[in-house]
C-alpha cells in the first residue's frame, strides 16, 4: 500500500533552472494539495485540487504551477528557480472537503543555489 | 492568514516525564488535527478533533479541543524515546483549502 509517492527524494537547482516535482497517490482520493515547509514557518499550502482538472491557488503560489489531469497525479512545476524557493516540499491528499486528515508524502528536500 | 501558535518550541526531557504542548488561535476552528512527523518523513495523523471540549486518548497521549475551539492540547504520559519527533496541530476554518498548520513543538526525549 503505497499511500502518497513523492519524488524526487532530493534535488539541488541553479537559480532559473525549471523542474518538476512528481506526486502520486493510489488512495483514490480527490483532494489534493502541495505544502512548503520552512523553519518556523510551519506547512505553507502552495496550491491545491479538489478533482482531476480542478486547481486553485493557496496561500504562496507564486513561482510554481500545477496541474492535475488524473485523480492520482499531481506534479508540481518551478519555473525559474529562485533561491527563496529552497525548501521541504510536501504533496498531501485527502478523502473529505472538511474535518479531514491529509496523508502525506515522504517529502522533497530542495536547495536552490 | 489565521494564526495557529503552538508552544513550547523546543522540549528536551528525560524517559518517564510527562509533557504538555499548546496550540493557540483567537479563530474558531471545525476541526483540529494533531500530526506527528519524523526526520525525513511527511507528517502522520495522530487525532482530529471536532467538538468543543471533547478529549481523545490515545495510549499514552491525551488530546484536548478547548471549549471555544481555539485552542486545544497534547499531554504525553511518561515519554518514552520514541515519542521524539514534530508534533504539529492544524485547524480546519471550513474546508480544505483553509487548513492552517502550527509552527510545530520538537520533542526530543532522552533515555
Known amino acids: 500500500n503505497a499511500g502518497v509517492t513523492q519524488t524526487p527524494k532530493f534535488q539541488v537547482l541553479k537559480t532559473g533552472q525549471s523542474m518538476t516535482l512528481q506526486c502520486a497517490q493510489d488512495?483514490?482520493?480527490?483532494?489534493m494539495s502541495w505544502y512548503r515547509q520552512d523553519p518556523g514557518m510551519g506547512l505553507r499550502l502552495i496550491h491545491y485540487s479538489v478533482g482531476a482538472g480542478i486547481t486553485d491557488q493557496g496561500e504562496v503560489p507564486n513561482g510554481y504551477n500545477v496541474s492535475r489531469s488524473t485523480t492520482e497525479d499531481f506534479p508540481l512545476r518551478l519555473l525559474s528557480a529562485a533561491p527563496s524557493q529552497t525548501s521541504v516540499y510536501f504533496c498531501?491528499?485527502?478523502?473529505?472537503?472538511?474535518?479531514?486528515?491529509?496523508?502525506f508524502g515522504q517529502g522533497t528536500r530542495l536547495t536552490v543555489v | 492568514t489565521q494564526l495557529l501558535e503552538q508552544s513550547p518550541q523546543f522540549l528536551s526531557i528525560q524517559e518517564g516525564e510527562n509533557l504538555t504542548v499548546y496550540c493557540n488561535s483567537s479563530s474558531v476552528f471545525s476541526s483540529l488535527q494533531w500530526y506527528r512527523q519524523e526526520p525525513g518523513e511527511g507528517p502522520v495523523l495522530l487525532v482530529t478533533v471536532v467538538t468543543g471540549g471533547e478529549v481523545k486518548k490515545l495510549k499514552r497521549l491525551t488530546f484536548q479541543f478547548g471549549d471555544a475551539r481555539k485552542d486545544s492540547s497534547l499531554h504525553i504520559t511518561a515519554a518514552q524515546p520514541g515519542d521524539t519527533g514534530l508534533y504539529l496541530c492544524a485547524g480546519d476554518n471550513g474546508g480544505y483549502q483553509k487548513v492552517t498548520f502550527g509552527t510545530g513543538t520538537k520533542l526530543q526525549v532522552i533515555p
Open positions: 498531501a491528499s485527502s478523502p473529505r472537503w472538511v474535518n479531514t486528515e491529509a496523508f
Open positions: 488512495m483514490n482520493h480527490e483532494y
